[in-house]
């Protein structure tokens, strides 16, 4: 059971628009920034959003992370077939002494 | 350009002990804390343990705490994953991350996971 929630799989077609959603609580998403990170099949995780909403030089403006209170989300428009992949936000968490806590993550398919 | 090569995976008995490696290159080790974060075979990212760019701050997911020890020398550029008393639930790809950091407004820090390694793999099994 992870921390953050995420819901398990998401789809859509080319050319769609799709939201991936990330609930936490007070102590993690509730007072810190949320981060992103897509990870194509058999490689290592990528930074895709950092600080809620920002890009890294590389990432393409499709991508658009937001948070509200204590959950966030991240959209996807003009979706495109190299866009399937596992998607995880992930937060530091204040409580414990200080930890990271990661969501489940979402598998994204592109029909 | 900026690389993180993790060693030291391979195949370990319940109970037995690995020490694992990253090697970071083309940027000033010593001034980014650095982690560590596995995935279980067909299962999500979990993150394992963090320290400091000096050390003096550790901290540790409750799964491995008191059973792993993280550390670093800035010196060799390195940051290790010491596993000891290894269990079949360790079993995992064993990725090292730099986590650069932003003091923001408040006492709100700003971090992140960038960039991750290629992963090593550890499995324990009899």
């Known amino acids: 059971q992870s921390v953050l929630t995420q819901p398990p799989s998401a789809s859509g077609t080319p050319g769609q628009r799709v939201t991936i959603s990330c609930s936490g609580s007070?102590?993690?998403?509730?007072?810190?920034?949320v981060n992103w990170y897509q990870q194509l099949p058999g490689t290592a995780p990528k930074l895709l959003i950092y600080?809620?909403?920002q890009r890294p030089s590389g990432v393409p403006d499709r991508f658009s992370g937001s948070k509200s209170g204590t959950s966030a989300s991240l959209a996807i428009s003009g979706l495109q077939s190299e866009d399937e992949a596992d998607y995880y936000c992930a937060a530091w968490d204040d409580s414990l002494n200080g930890h990271w806590v990661f969501g489940g993550g979402t598998k994204l398919t592109v029909l | 350009e900026v690389q993180l090569v993790e060693s030291g995976g391979g195949l370990v008995k319940p109970g037995g002990s690995l020490r694992l490696s990253c090697a970071a290159s083309?940027?000033?080790?010593?001034?980014?804390?650095m982690n560590w974060v596995r995935q279980a075979p067909g299962k999500g990212l979990e993150w394992v343990s963090s320290?400091?760019?000096?050390?003096?701050?550790?901290y540790y997911a409750d799964s491995v705490k008191g059973r792993f020890t993280i550390s670093r020398d800035n010196a060799k550029n390195s940051l290790y994953l010491q596993m000891n008393s290894l269990r079949a639930e360790d079993t995992a790809v064993y990725y090292c991350?730099?986590?650069?950091?932003?003091?923001?407004?408040?006492?709100?820090?700003?971090?992140?996971?960038?960039?991750w390694g290629q992963g090593t793999l550890v499995t324990v099994s009899s």
């Open positions: 991350a730099r986590e650069p950091t932003i003091a923001a407004a408040g006492k709100m820090v700003i971090r992140w996971f960038d960039p």
């Open positions: 320290i400091s760019s000096s050390s003096s701050y550790i």
């Open positions: 600080s809620n909403n």
């Open positions: 007070s102590s993690n998403i509730g007072s810190n920034t």
């Open positions: 083309g940027f000033t080790f010593s001034s980014y804390s």
